[in-house]
């Protein structure tokens, strides 16, 4: 199994900038891939960033809601994957998770984090 915990979520203003991390233990030598997705009251979890290092797909995802905003990247030695979070919006705000795996839907991943809250004022 792979255990995933975010930290870095808070309370910024709007045009502010945030950076999560997601921190992977366990059976880390099988993932190939990482992503984030978050979710705002009462909506869906949607897609937000991925990053995939596998030996055929090396590459970055991003939904078009984020993309010139977010930035997703990872360090290897430490097991690290990050989303730096620049401009935000208000519509940011919501509880953003990490997860293994790569691509943009939901069961594309399987192993998830318990989420870090992100909240955006006006």
């Known amino acids: 199994q792979v255990q995933l915990v975010e930290s870095g979520g808070g309370l910024v203003q709007a045009g502010g900038s945030l950076r999560l991390s997601c921190a992977a233990s366990?059976?880390?030598?099988?993932?190939?891939?990482m992503g984030w997705f978050r979710q705002a009251p009462g909506k869906a979890r949607e897609f937000v960033a991925a990053?995939?290092?596998?030996?055929?797909?090396?590459?970055?995802l991003y939904a078009d809601s984020v993309k010139g905003r977010f930035t997703i990247s990872r360090d290897s030695a430490k097991n690290m994957v990050y989303l730096q979070m620049n401009s935000l919006k208000p519509e940011d705000t919501a509880v953003y998770y990490c997860?293994?795996?790569?691509?943009?839907?939901?069961?594309?991943?399987?192993?998830w984090g318990q989420g870090t809250q992100v909240t955006v004022s006006s």
């Open positions: 990053i995939s290092w596998s030996w055929n797909t090396k590459g970055t």
């Open positions: 366990g059976r880390t030598f099988s993932t190939t891939g």
């Open positions: 997860a293994s795996g790569y691509g943009i839907q939901y069961f594309q991943y399987d192993y």
